[in-house]
C-alpha cells in the first residue's frame, strides 16, 4: 500500500469549509477538474459518478461521515483509469484559529505501476483540491 498526506490551512470557518467538502455530489461547484457529478443514493453507501474533462469518469462510494468530528471517507469503485487500485481517502478539517481551519487529507492506495507517479498524482488531487476551495473563499 502507498499513502499520500496533504495537511492545508484556509483562511475560512471550520463549518464553511466543511459546508464546501462534506456535499458529497457538490463537488463540482468548486472542483476545476470536474465537469460534472451525479449522486445515486444518499448518505454513507451513496455513489458518485464523476466525469472529468475528456470524458474520463470515476465512480466513488462515501465509506463514512462523521458531522461532529468534520471527517468522511470515500473509495474509488469499479475498474479505475487512474494507475491505481483500492483506493480509499479521508478528509477532516479542524480548527485552527479564528476563521480559520486545517484539511487533513490521506489517501491509500495499491500504484499499477510507477509509485511515485501514482503518489504524485494522488497529492495533485489533493493540493488541487485545497487550493479550488481557498480560491473559492479566501479571494
Excluded at 444518499?42 to 462523521?66: C, H, I, N, Q, Y
Excluded at 487512474?82 to 483506493?87: A, H, R
Aim: hydrophobic share 35%.
Amino acid at each position: 500500500m502507498s499513502e499520500v498526506h496533504v495537511k492545508e490551512e484556509i483562511a475560512a470557518p471550520v463549518q464553511t469549509v466543511w459546508e464546501m467538502l462534506s456535499d458529497f455530489g457538490g463537488v463540482a461547484k468548486w472542483s476545476a477538474a470536474i465537469e460534472s457529478c451525479e449522486v445515486e443514493g444518499d448518505g454513507v453507501g451513496a455513489v458518485r459518478t464523476l466525469t472529468m474533462p475528456g470524458g474520463l469518469k470515476l465512480k466513488e462510494r462515501l465509506e463514512s461521515f462523521d458531522e461532529d468530528a468534520k471527517s468522511f471517507s470515500y473509495s474509488i469503485i469499479e475498474p479505475c483509469p487512474l494507475p491505481f487500485t483500492n483506493y480509499v481517502s479521508e478528509v477532516r478539517i479542524t480548527e485552527a484559529g479564528a476563521d480559520r481551519c486545517t484539511v487533513d487529507w490521506k489517501g491509500r492506495f495499491e500504484p499499477s505501476g510507477d509509485e511515485e507517479q501514482a503518489q504524485k498524482m494522488v497529492r495533485g488531487i489533493y493540493t488541487g483540491g485545497i487550493a479550488a476551495i481557498k480560491k473559492q473563499l479566501e479571494g
